[in-house]
């Protein structure tokens, strides 16, 4: 890794991470108080006569006796869930999940088990790890692998049905550095959604998320209007987010961010990594994306963020032998560190901003945006004005001649491969914002902007001011 640009970075990157920890990190306590009713889920000692309301079961089930009687765990995350739309003592609602073995393995929370995907958690609830209930060092699985199901939780605000930050998931119990829930197996692990207005701010935190098949985390808003926008800005904090060669696809996202009609998703990321996991044999899966960000819809739609701290690690890299295209490639990783479509109309800019966060081995771009086209169709004037602070994008491109990105808008779309951070313009206006930033070590250039004139008239030239402070771009190409 490359040293931080400025003498001070390091000490700017505490002061920085200081305030957000404060901000973002909120230890659970021992003994704390959870919320008005808590559920208890055990995969090993659950039982379906259980009430849920007890850790332990206070008595044996009865044979043939209605469920449920007994206070007890809960054997499913699905039974939980179901118990939360109406809640025993009122919302909030927590429901502590147990790491447990049988037969000296650990038992994972899926379809055999007897769980239900996808699993629709209500509002105001939180999905917890269960440290004092688990198994020591058995963390908690929740797989949908062969189910063929379209997501393994999902969370959907609309009208009259928020969610707050006081709902989602929450690993952390086991400390900050490890993911203590691990979801898997789906289309997409989590789904958080908000439509007709309503607005959707859960938390997830220290949650793995890996080998689903299109998309890691899917966080959408859509269907507001001019009244009343529709609101997705949940946080995502000290979360992982990779794929495995043994899942056999090609995942789309590791995070997609979607924002549609008169909309806003404005997420908070912290302390998030993004990568691949390379096999025994040095073989790693390929992910065409580590976030995306794209609006699609009318009036005001924007997708903007606050992301620090954040690494993507692309794991990619040039074959030893052949071109990087052959099929024998092995290195694929993932393709492009954070890719930005913004192409409709919007009154209001989308100003994501990202501080301390690398982009960093990534075979195409590190940083790719484009604004004003879905690849070659003009839709509007917008602004995009991404700011950056004391990022990193390090050693991206090797793989940039594989991935075609051209268009009939705009052929030339491909040159902003094999940069460190690329920026295309087809109308509208744009401010990005680089401050005590480097580029290094890309296998083409550091820092790559290319203005179209729009193919549809009508509509002024589109307009780009990028501001470099104490920036620097060094060894690329």
Request: aromatic residues 10%.
């Amino acid at each position: 890794m490359l040293p931080r640009l400025f003498p001070s970075g390091p000490a700017f990157s505490r002061v920085i991470l200081g305030i957000a920890v404060g901000t973002l990190w909120q230890p659970i306590l021992p003994g704390a108080a959870f919320g008005q009713t808590t559920y208890w889920v055990n995969g090993l000692t659950g039982n379906t006569c259980h009430d849920g309301l007890a850790p332990v079961p206070s008595d044996l089930c009865i044979p043939g006796s209605p469920p449920p009687t007994i206070p007890g765990p809960f054997k499913t995350i699905t039974a939980a869930v179901q118990a939360a739309a109406t809640p025993a003592n009122g919302i909030p609602v927590t429901i502590l999940v147990a790491g447990v073995t049988s037969g000296g393995s650990p038992v994972v929370y899926n379809a055999a088990l007897g769980e239900v995907f996808p699993l629709s958690v209500p509002r105001e609830t939180m999905i917890r790890y269960d440290a004092a209930n688990s198994t020591p060092g058995t963390l908690v699985t929740v797989d949908a692998a062969g189910t063929g199901a379209t997501r393994v939780f999902e969370f959907l605000a609309s009208p009259g049905n928020t969610f707050s930050s006081a709902g989602g998931l929450d690993g952390s119990t086991l400390g900050a550095g490890t993911q203590a829930i691990r979801i898997r197996g789906a289309d997409q692990g989590v789904r958080i959604a908000a439509t007709l207005g309503a607005a959707n701010s859960i938390t997830v935190r220290n949650v793995r998320i890996w080998n689903n098949f299109f998309q890691g985390a899917h966080v959408v808003a859509d269907q507001g209007n001019s009244m009343n926008m529709t609101l997705a800005n949940p946080t995502f904090d000290s979360c992982l987010f990779t794929q495995e060669t043994s899942v056999g696809v090609v995942l789309a996202d590791h995070l997609l961010l979607e924002s549609g009609t008169e909309s806003l998703v404005t997420p908070i990321v912290f302390n998030c990594l993004f990568r691949v996991e390379p096999d025994a044999f040095g073989i790693s899966p390929r992910v065409e994306r580590g976030i995306r960000m794209i609006t699609n819809g009318l009036g005001t739609t924007r997708v903007a963020g606050t992301f620090i701290a954040v690494t993507i690690d692309g794991f990619s890299n040039v074959c030893v032998s052949g071109t990087a295209c052959t099929p024998g490639c092995t290195q694929q990783g993932i393709d492009f560190g954070v890719f930005a479509a913004v192409a409709v109309n919007q009154s209001l800019p989308s100003e994501p901003t990202f501080t301390t966060c690398d982009f960093q081995n990534c075979g195409v771009t590190g940083f790719f945006a484009t604004t004003g086209t879905t690849f070659g169709v003009s839709t509007g004037p917008n602004t995009f004005n991404p700011k950056f602070s004391n990022c990193n994008f390090l050693y991206n491109g090797k793989r940039w001649p594989c991935v075609d990105i051209g268009g009939p808008g705009d052929p030339d779309l491909n040159s902003l491969r094999g940069h460190g951070f690329g920026f295309r313009m087809l109308g509208g206006t744009s401010e990005p914002d680089l401050q005590y930033c480097l580029s290094a070590g890309n296998y083409r250039g550091g820092f790559y902007s290319r203005v179209v004139t729009p193919v549809v008239g009508g509509w002024a030239p589109p307009l780009q001011r990028i501001r470099f402070l104490k920036s620097r771009s060094s060894n690329n190409g």
